[in-house]
């Protein structure tokens, strides 16, 4: 699985890449975790607002941090392919 945490390296876009990070370790979970600040290339996904996270190259959340719960939720469920 790769993931992507796009944001310009804010307090809430770290704050998400952490969340995911403690949501891969809880569920036991292996992925690529990567955070991109650079604005071209968060502009090539169509996000508009950050942090937006993307999981094997598609936009699953954008324009805030997520609960942990729906964090949970969304990550597991990618990894179910």
Do not use: R, W, Y
């Not at 990567?34 to 324009?63: C, R, Y």
Request: hydrophobic share 45%.
């Amino acid at each position: 699985m790769d993931i992507k945490v796009l944001g310009a390296g804010c307090a809430n876009c770290n704050k998400l890449e952490q969340m995911v990070f403690n949501v891969l370790a809880e569920q036991n979970l292996d992925a690529s975790v990567t955070h991109i600040t650079d604005f071209k290339e968060i502009m090539s996904f169509g996000v508009m607002s950050t942090p937006a996270l993307v999981i094997d190259g598609q936009v699953k959340l954008s324009g805030g941090v997520p609960s942990k719960v729906k964090l949970t939720e969304v990550i597991t469920e990618a990894a179910k392919g």
